[in-house]
């Protein structure tokens, strides 16, 4: 199984700083990566597909970006609702796999 | 809007089986592959497995494969999961989510809308 992994495993941030996340994958996955969020007491949604295209009603403060096996995912101008944990997930082999999370809290 | 709407958790004991539900509505059910997908307590998501639009195609994570099954009746826009032998590990939030393809295809699959989750409590 290709393995995911994310750094760092958590951060504090204040509203309206730039949050980078990174997750890295054991191989190469082209584009192949999606990233979720999950709010606590929710179920996870996704924000961005194949590395960097935004879904449907997700604000453009979110982006993606990479190729290969090193992935991003910016958040700019952290808003309050944006504190959560973050996964990123493969989609190039089978079987699907997450990174173990990234979680976003108040400075 | 799209929903999809987990039903059929509880507590079980090891050995034992289950059946979740997923009841889906605000598409078309037939079009779309759908996933079930778990979190244990704390921790992070587990693929767990995945239907085709026709069911013709079914694929299961190692962790499950031969104790669950996945199946869906399109008539009632319906998916199930039947897990079978559950063990202590078993024990999970469960999600159903919407694939973004017919066939389960994997990749560049991913997963959305979700449900709200069924939770599964393996005790004895």
């Known amino acids: 199984d290709i393995q995911m992994t994310q750094s760092p495993p958590s951060l504090s941030a204040s509203v309206g700083d730039r949050v980078i996340i990174t997750c890295r994958a054991s191989?190469?996955?082209?584009?192949?990566l999606n990233w979720y969020q999950q709010t606590p007491g929710k179920a996870p949604k996704v924000l961005i597909s194949?590395?960097?295209r935004l879904q449907n009603g997700v604000p453009s403060r979110f982006s993606g970006s990479g190729s290969g096996t090193d992935f991003t995912l910016t958040i700019n101008s952290l808003q309050p609702g944006d504190f959560a944990t973050y996964y990123c997930?493969?989609?190039?082999?089978?079987?699907?796999?997450f990174g173990q999370g990234t979680k976003v809290e108040i400075k | 809007q799209v929903q999809l709407v987990e039903s059929g958790g509880g507590v079980v004991q090891p050995g034992r089986s289950l059946r979740l539900s997923c009841e889906v509505s605000?598409?078309?059910?037939?079009?779309?592959?759908i996933h079930w997908v778990r979190q244990a307590p704390g921790k992070g998501l587990q693929w767990v497995a995945v239907?085709?639009?026709?069911?013709?195609?079914?694929f299961y994570g190692d962790s499950v494969r031969g104790r669950f099954t996945i199946s869906r009746d399109n008539s009632k826009n319906m998916v199930y999961l039947q897990m079978n032998s559950l063990r202590d590990d078993d024990a999970a939030m469960y999600y159903c989510?919407?694939?973004?393809?017919?066939?389960?295809?994997?990749?560049?699959?991913?997963?959305?809308?979700w449900g709200q989750g069924t939770l599964v409590t393996v005790s004895s």
């Open positions: 989510a919407k694939g973004p393809y017919r066939k389960a295809t994997m990749t560049g699959d991913w997963f959305g809308p």
């Open positions: 605000g598409f078309i059910f037939s079009n779309h592959a």
């Open positions: 239907i085709s639009d026709d069911g013709s195609q079914k």
């Open positions: 191989q190469r996955i082209g584009t192949y």
């Open positions: 194949v590395a960097s």
């Open positions: 997930q493969q989609s190039h082999s089978f079987p699907p796999t």
